[in-house]
Structure formats: structure tokens, C-alpha cells
């Protein structure tokens, strides 16, 4: 699959998704600078995302779209659980 450009729109949202789930990575806009990301659960994807970015150890953040996906990923008690329900 070659990369491409794609101008924002639901059916690049949906090319994005179809890329991830292919355990390829995806470059995306945010409010600063551009991010690369990958299936967080896919060892290969995430090894491939630290050779680009060439890391070794420093970690990457994990986007969520919402509580219930960060406990997918984290263990959240206490004042961070309670935070993170408040503000999410």
C-alpha cells in the first residue's frame, strides 16, 4: 500500500482506520506538529513506530478517545480515575 495524502474528510478517517488495522503506520495533523501512530496493541506496529522515530526507550503516548478506551491501556485508581471521569 503506497502512502498517500489524504485532505481531511470522514472517507480519510475511515482510510486512516483500514491503514492501522493493516499494522501500517499513519501520519496524522494535531494542533502543533504532525504525530505517527499505530495499533498500540500490535507488537510489530509499535516496534516499526520506534525504529522510524528512532527510539529506543522513551516512551510514546497512547491517544484515547475516551475513558473507557484508556483502560484498555492503563490502570486508572484513585484521584486519576476520578480525574479522568470528571474531564474526559
Known amino acids: 500500500m503506497p502512502a498517500r495524502l489524504l485532505p481531511f474528510s470522514d472517507e480519510a478517517v475511515l482510510e486512516a482506520a483500514r491503514v492501522v488495522a493493516a499494522k501500517r503506520l499513519i501520519v496524522y495533523p494535531t494542533?502543533?506538529?504532525?504525530?505517527?501512530?499505530?495499533?498500540?496493541?500490535?507488537?510489530?506496529?509499535?516496534?516499526?513506530?520506534?525504529?522510524?522515530?528512532?527510539?529506543?526507550?522513551?516512551?510514546?503516548?497512547?491517544?484515547?478517545d475516551s475513558y473507557e478506551s484508556a483502560l484498555r491501556v492503563v490502570r486508572l485508581e484513585g484521584m486519576a480515575s476520578r480525574l479522568a471521569r470528571k474531564f474526559w
Open 31 to 64: 494542533d502543533t506538529v504532525y504525530g505517527l501512530g499505530c495499533d498500540p496493541f500490535d507488537r510489530r506496529a509499535v516496534e516499526e513506530l520506534f525504529r522510524v522515530k528512532r527510539r529506543e526507550a522513551k516512551p510514546i503516548p497512547v491517544l484515547c
